[in-house]
């Protein structure tokens, strides 16, 4: 399976609910940078056992702090995977990632991992789950796991797992500034309720000029109309980054923004000569781990080849 990372163009964070979770609106766009999972399975003489043995290896640029245990969202899919389909389970299943998305850089590469195990145990077991069934265990992983399986451009509401597609016209460039160390999730936005503490937070909302700007593929508009309410908390924690930001709209960005709880930056650029060029300013000015360049939109999770 292969399954793309995303990007957040837009992340309005309205109150916390009493779930734990924060609703939001927020705007999606898969991106070509990828994981690629392979799964086996097979049947060992070992029924002592009384669950599946899941093997997890990581390999690929970013192998580095997968987590190899049943921590990693990836084995929890598979194990959920199989107690809701109620499936005779394999006695021994193996899940190799090769991880090209950053750990923890707010570009769902454990939520991609997770949606690629789903659709490759669906495709591997025969299962015939249709793709809101499929979307909907992915719900139950996490609240980006959905889109991962939908990829292309969508709207996310509640906590960001309702997907409405949009309209959209072109191809976009992406330049990433990706950084030393990521950023927890549950502690960005803990860090944004306590920045926005004592204030009264109105419901999320939408920014309409974004959704025109994709669907004119008005580079310039959308540049102008991305937006993260966690930037200031991801700020907060790496004030490193709004640094990076700077340098990157020095440097011919059309617009910037952290990729939801972050810590990687998305810069949109013109094409793909702008593409280096600011690539290059950004490797230069030292301020950034490494930088990735992406298009898209591009598919959600993809079979890519079975036996
Ligand atoms: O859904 P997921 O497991 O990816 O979310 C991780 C954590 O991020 C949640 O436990 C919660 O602390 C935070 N979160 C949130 N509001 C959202 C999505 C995530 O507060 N809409």
Same mark, same amino acid.
């Given at each position: 399976m292969r399954v793309p990372a995303k990007i957040n163009l837009h992340l309005s964070v309205g109150p916390l609910m009493e779930s734990g979770y924060h609703e939001i609106v927020t705007v999606f766009q898969a991106i070509s940078l990828f994981d690629e999972i392979t799964i086996r399975y097979w049947e060992e +003489?070992?029924? %002592? %056992?009384n669950k599946t043995v899941i093997d997890i290896s990581a390999r690929g640029t970013?192998? +580095?702090?997968?987590? /190899? !245990? !049943?921590? +990693?969202l990836a084995v929890k899919a598979a194990r959920f995977f199989f107690e809701r389909c109620k499936i005779e389970t394999p006695t021994k299943l193996s899940i190799d990632i090769k991880k090209e998305i950053p750990i923890? &850089? &707010? /570009?769902?590469g454990g939520s991609a991992d997770a949606a690629g195990v789903l659709l490759g145990l669906d495709n591997l077991f025969s299962t015939g789950l249709n793709k809101a069934e499929l979307e909907e265990l992915a719900a139950e992983l996490g609240s980006d796991v959905p889109f991962s399986l939908s990829g292309g451009v969508a709207i996310g509401r509640s906590r960001g797992e309702e997907l409405t597609p949009v309209l959209v016209r072109g191809n976009y460039h992406w330049v990433l500034a990706i950084a030393h160390q990521g950023l927890s999730t549950p502690v960005v936005y803990s860090e944004c309720d306590r920045l926005r503490s004592g204030l009264v937070i109105s419901p999320p909302t939408l920014n309409q000029n974004l959704i025109s700007a994709l669907a004119s593929g008005d580079l310039y508009n959308l540049g102008n109309a991305l937006s993260n309410d966690l930037q200031a908390a991801a700020f907060s924690l790496k004030p490193a980054l709004k640094l990076i930001l700077e340098v990157g709209k020095d440097n011919g960005a059309l617009g910037g923004l952290v990729s939801g709880s972050g810590p990687t930056v998305a810069f949109l650029v013109l094409d793909e000569e702008s593409a280096i060029d600011l690539a290059v300013a950004l490797t230069a000015s030292g301020v950034v781990a490494g930088v990735t360049r992406a298009t898209g939109p591009v598919h959600g999770a993809q079979v890519i080849s079975s036996f």
């Open positions: +003489n070992i029924s %002592l %056992l970013f192998a +580095n702090g997968v987590p /190899l !245990d !049943d921590t +990693n923890a &850089g &707010g /570009l769902a």
